[in-house]
């Protein structure tokens, strides 16, 4: 550190004058001198830059509070996120009631408490445990007419391949298995799987678009064999006044199994940011083909921790 109580003063700056100045010209240089030094620091970092720094944290070495990005929960839209949780962290994101009728099929089902347990593993892979944690179904239309228990278990595991601490865009590989834990006929005995494809991208004006293509192999109707189906989603969004922000969305999936109808919905949202690490949310899915819930109503919420 230079000593600034040499520097030469004009004259009648004596004693105590002279002090103080030098005070000053530290506090001007301190900054200067600590810019870039701290890998903790994000400030100016370019989004590689960033990930540069955050590489060596692990789930057991938690990346840094001033370090973490921008919650960015899959809920409450269909469309999956391309970022994941930071390393060392973990992150629940749940429904607390979520309802839906199909008038056609004549079903009315609840879900409650259904959840998502993310882990951070590395800065830019996290596992998540998603889990139907009791579901209440009545069907009119066969027998036994009401069915509850809990329902399958998924596990997904989201690499980022770009994106994640920055930039206009993103991207991610979402590899998953479902596994038939469910109880009183709740599902199928298949084990399924598939593989999504979330992208993000920043627009003008503040707005945000999500893009995702999903493939999943799943169980034929029957009993034997799977098919593939194909799922396509996008989604806009935007803040409408101080934390709270909405979304639109248009979801499709496409099977390939004989004599299944094409499945559409329109769906929209609010969100709340109550603070960096919860959100609130809840929304409607609107069915737009035959094949679709006519309606599925939902409130939620996601804590990072």
Known sequence: M???STLPLPAGFQGGSRRLLACLACLAWLPMTTAGQSPDEPSGFSPAQKAEAKARYTLFDPTPRNLMRELSPDRPDKTESPHTVDAGHFQLEMDLANFSRDRHERVE????????????????????????NYLYSRNRAEAPRVRSGVGDLTTRL???LWGNDGGRTAFALMPFVKFPTHTDSLGNRGTEGGL???????????????????VDVLR??????YHAEFVNSITVSHAIVGNLGGYLEFFSAVSTEHA??????????????????????????????????????????????
């Open 158 to 160: 989201k690499v980022n």
């Open 196 to 214: 999504i494809l979330p992208l993000a991208i920043e627009l003008p004006g503040e707005w945000g678009m999500g893009l995702m293509t999903e």
């Open 2 to 4: 230079p000593d600034f």
């Open 220 to 225: 034929n109707g029957s009993g034997g064999g």
């Open 109 to 132: 089902a609840w879900n409650v408490a259904p959840f998502n347990l993310k882990a951070g593993l590395l800065s830019n892979v996290d596992f998540q445990i998603v889990f139907d």
């Open 260 to 305: 299944q109808d094409w499945v559409g919905t329109v769906d929209c949202g609010l969100t709340y940011k109550i603070n960096d690490d919860v959100q609130l949310d809840g929304g409607v899915n609107v069915g737009v083909s035959r094949a679709a819930e006519d309606i599925n109503p939902f409130v939620g919420l996601t804590w990072r921790f």
